[in-house]
């Protein structure tokens, strides 16, 4: 199989960098597993990784052109996703220490919720496009290994979100009190404000 497709293994440490590094998907995954427990991310693990798989799919399909055709629809999805971005982080950040304290009754993101977040994230838009310009290659076998792509990312994100899950599950203990754990949201919520308004200058 490496031999008809040589750039396999440069995607799987493509793949292996762009999902391990922080980003906002990683500090939310990190933010509800410490807050709600390790089974609470599992959830928008599963969301991210499909949706970002997805895009790969439908890029390397034809789809995701108009993003590089229409610069405009590329910054209202961009300024969409640092608006919804932003919401989270404030209610991650003002999180009372009644509400914390109770654990369950935080507002949790969900899988629908992190496989929208990918939809509307021009970066992630970016990255399937990347991936499929240099990895795809072309040909008649262009859309097998597109398939191949897509699936690969799928399964390489999931252990890489998952380590952020275990982290944020592991540092549980050190969040007992309410005020422990508030210190936590508000670091987190800060976190991804920052993350998500860093996209937009970079």
């Known amino acids: 199989m490496l031999s008809s497709f040589p750039t396999l293994l440069p995607f799987l440490l ?3 960098v762009a999902s391990i590094t922080p980003g906002p998907t990683n500090i939310l995954v990190l933010s509800n597993s410490a807050r709600f427990g390790l089974a609470a991310a599992v959830p928008i693990i599963l969301g991210a990784c499909a949706s ?3 895009l790969v799919l439908l890029v390397g399909t034809g789809a995701g052109t108009s993003l590089t055709e229409w610069p405009q629809l590329q910054t209202c999805m961009q300024w969409a996703g640092v608006a919804w971005l932003s919401y989270l ?9 009644v ?11 969900g899988l629908l919720g992190a496989a929208g977040l990918q939809w509307i994230n021009p970066k992630t838009w970016m990255m399937a496009l990347a991936v499929v310009s240099v990895f795809a290659g072309a040909g008649e076998n262009r859309l097998a290994q597109v398939m191949y792509l897509s699936l ?3 399964l390489i994100s999931l252990p890489c979100l998952g380590a952020w899950a275990l982290l944020g599950a592991g ?9 422990a754990l508030q210190r936590f949201n508000r670091c987190m919520g800060l976190l991804l404000l920052g ?4 996209s937009m200058l970079s």
């Open 171 to 179: 540092s549980a203990r050190w969040l007992r009190s309410p005020r």
């Open 14 to 16: 493509f793949a292996f």
């Open 52 to 54: 970002a798989a997805l």
């Open 89 to 97: 982080a404030w209610q991650i950040f003002r999180a009372p220490e």
């Open 195 to 198: 993350s998500a308004w860093l």
């Open 152 to 154: 690969a990312f799928f």
């Open 99 to 109: 509400a914390i304290a109770a654990e369950n009754t935080g507002k949790r993101l």
